[in-house]
């Protein structure tokens, strides 16, 4: 079996009283392409804020590939609230801040569209190459790194002419059409160079074509960039055709996980989307 | 879009900028009778210098900070105290003296602008670390803050031996060429324009835009906010020093938050986010206030006198045409957009060229353009 790219060990996140995740642990190997699933509210975009950063976890770990880069236990006011299991479990602390994480190589879309509105599609993506940039204040101020903007400059056109938005790379961004935005966010997340794409619900919105369309451009960008995939999705059709496993959440907890094929057939599965008659027959 | 040619634009920026250091040049060699034109075009350069310093963290960065004050008084205290001739400080430190390291530091202008560019910068930076974590008006009304607690400081009894407390710094030189203030002015902006189109600057934007996603973009918040808040605070600090060179003298009371609001008011009336909107609002600003002059004075038509026209009417107009301002070009005269050459193209065309011509009209109506 291929190396575990993520893994997320007992995450529980809780706020104040309400336990939005609950004892979560799962893992993405090298070249998988994994959903999370849920109705809503189940806690699936709380997870990849975990993974991000965004949040720091009430407890568990998560490491990537095989280093802990997010470990955190109830403490403070936490340690008297906290009503989820595994106490005692953890007893670190590491937190990053998600611009440290993104630099670890996990890049990430936003449920909705976190694009930087009022610059060009060229500038979007161009930021992304910011954090890896050698040249300082000084340097880039008088242009003494022409040499690196211009390797910038370059990848990001080339990005660009990969994922069909070179020519309206002048543009704002906002102006695009909604679908062209989410690209665009796609985009932007692999010129993070990234080795793990988070992507929150990227068919949100789309219509049956495009997300068709979608499949097969997620399945060319995990062959052409060697990623692995991580998404949240609601789009059955998508879920079910494009997914090597799937986590099934509801209420905060994970009820199944397994391949298509078997989540489909999941009784529990069925439930928490169809709903139980609670009177019974 | 017709766009013009690169070589024609240069061109006609050259022959701005010639057009402008002629004009210069003509005003400061009939220096008798232009002195206080001079005057007011020198305040607009240095306000400029502030009002860029500003919108490169409030317009590009996206923090509201109101400390300009402060930062000034910082930057204008330095270059007064160590630009003093030491032969006339006895005479200004008359009543307290002066402290006994600070009785023959004495430094060149353009040093003394630059070590009080670092001084409010140091300090911008000490700063910075608890302010910056603080967003939107908490940030304005914190820095607001400090920018009261340093002009407290500088009239404090404690520090009578070097800022001369509430007395004031009298005998500071003035410019050797009223080339330098425009000179220094535009080198200010210049930097400040190149950290812009850096990939800082970019960084910069992005924040503005949308903190999350530029920290999901691996750009490290803090340091970069940081950063904004030092550069800006520098940059004030320096056109502070130079308004301490201008006005010749200087106290604490020079450095209200009346001045941080007519700082604030220039960005938003150029344009929050443009730096030639920024330079346009301050030399709008500063000579709009003295072009109302005449409001001032009575009117008299034959022996009918006008009613309203007494001293204090002419900012009763400037307000009435600011508010109309901010009340029809709610984004300011510039917007977030710069001045080129290819939008004035665009603008005359569109303003002047469409109306000599008439449109060609196509068979059915014609879609006009």
């Not at chain 1, 009784?267 to 709903?275: E, K, M, S």
């Not at chain 2, 800082?200 to 934007?205: E, M, N, V």
């Amino acid at each position: 079996m291929s190396e575990k790219v993520l893994e997320l060990k007992d995450i529980t996140m809780q706020f104040g009283g309400v336990i939005a995740v609950n004892n979560l642990s799962l893992e993405v190997r090298e070249g998988e392409i994994v959903a999370i699933i849920g109705p809503n509210g189940a806690g699936k975009t709380t997870a990849f804020n975990v993974i991000t950063g965004v949040y720091a976890p009430s407890n568990g770990e998560v490491d990537f590939r095989g280093e802990t880069f997010i470990s955190n236990y109830p403490q403070g006011k936490m340690a008297k609230l906290y009503a989820g299991e595994n106490r005692g479990k953890y007893a670190k602390e590491i937190r990053k801040t998600p611009d440290r994480i993104t630099k670890m190589g996990i890049a990430r879309t936003f449920q909705n569209i976190r694009l930087f509105k009022e610059l060009t599609v060229f500038d979007n993506v161009l930021i992304a190459k910011h954090m890896n940039m050698s040249a300082g204040l000084f340097s880039s101020t008088f242009m003494l790194n022409r040499a690196e903007e211009k390797a910038m400059r370059a990848d990001t056109l080339r990005l660009l002419e990969i994922l069909d938005l070179a020519d309206v790379k002048d543009e704002v961004s906002s102006s695009l059409p909604y679908g062209k935005q989410r690209r665009l966010e796609i985009a932007r997340a692999l010129a993070t160079n990234p080795s793990l794409l988070l992507l929150d619900e990227p068919a949100a919105g789309m219509n049956p074509q495009e997300t068709d369309e979608l499949t097969a451009f997620i399945r060319r960008l995990k062959e052409e960039f060697h990623l692995t995939v991580l998404m949240i999705e609601h789009h059955m059709n998508l879920v079910m055709e494009i997914s090597d496993r799937i986590y099934v959440l509801d209420f905060g907890k994970m009820i199944a996980s397994g391949t298509p094929g078997e989540i489909q057939n999941n009784q529990r599965v069925i439930d928490a989307y169809l709903g139980v008659d609670e009177d019974g027959e | 879009m017709k766009k013009l040619d690169f070589k024609l634009k240069l061109l006609l920026s050259l022959i701005l900028a010639a057009i402008a250091l002629a004009l210069l040049a003509y005003l400061d060699a009939n220096r008798g009778q232009y002195s206080y034109t001079l005057s007011i075009l020198e305040r607009s350069a240095i306000y400029a210098v502030v009002a860029v310093a500003m919108n490169l963290l409030t317009g590009f960065t996206g923090l509201f900070s109101l400390g300009q004050a402060g930062f000034m008084a910082i930057g204008a205290y330095t270059v007064a105290i160590l630009t003093i001739p030491v032969e006339a400080r006895d005479a200004v430190y008359y009543v307290n003296g002066i402290a006994d390291g600070l009785a023959n530091a004495h430094l060149p202008l353009w040093a003394a602008l630059i070590v009080g560019g670092i001084f409010a910068a140091v300090l911008g930076w000490l700063i910075g670390y608890p302010v910056l974590r603080l967003k939107s008006d908490y940030l304005a009304i914190a820095t607001l803050g400090f920018s009261e607690i340093i002009r407290a400081f500088i009239s404090a009894p404690q520090f009578d031996r070097i800022t001369n407390g509430s007395y004031g710094l009298k005998s500071i030189p003035s410019f050797p060429s009223t080339f330098m203030v425009f000179g220094v002015s535009a080198l200010c902006i210049f930097l400040m324009v190149m950290i812009l189109r850096s990939s800082y600057g970019r960084a910069f934007r992005a924040i503005r835009e949308d903190e999350t996603a530029a920290e999901a973009m691996g750009i490290n918040l803090s340091k970069h906010k940081q950063m904004a808040f030092v550069i800006s605070c520098f940059f004030t600090g320096v056109a502070g020093g130079m308004l301490a060179v201008y006005m010749r003298s200087i106290d604490a009371k020079s450095f209200q938050i009346g001045l941080t609001y007519d700082i604030l008011l220039i960005v938003v009336l150029g344009g929050i986010g443009s730096v030639t909107g920024s330079i346009l609002g301050s030399f709008l600003m500063t000579a709009g206030r003295e072009w109302l002059r005449f409001f001032d004075d009575p009117l008299m038509i034959g022996d009918f006198s006008v009613p309203l026209f007494r001293t204090g009417f002419r900012m009763v107009i400037f307000s009435l045409i600011l508010m109309a301002i901010v009340l029809y070009y709610r984004k300011g005269l510039m917007g977030t957009k710069e001045f080129s050459w290819d939008g004035l193209y665009r603008f005359l065309r569109h303003n002047l060229y469409l109306r000599w011509r008439k449109p060609v009209a196509g068979p059915k109506g014609g879609d006009g353009q």
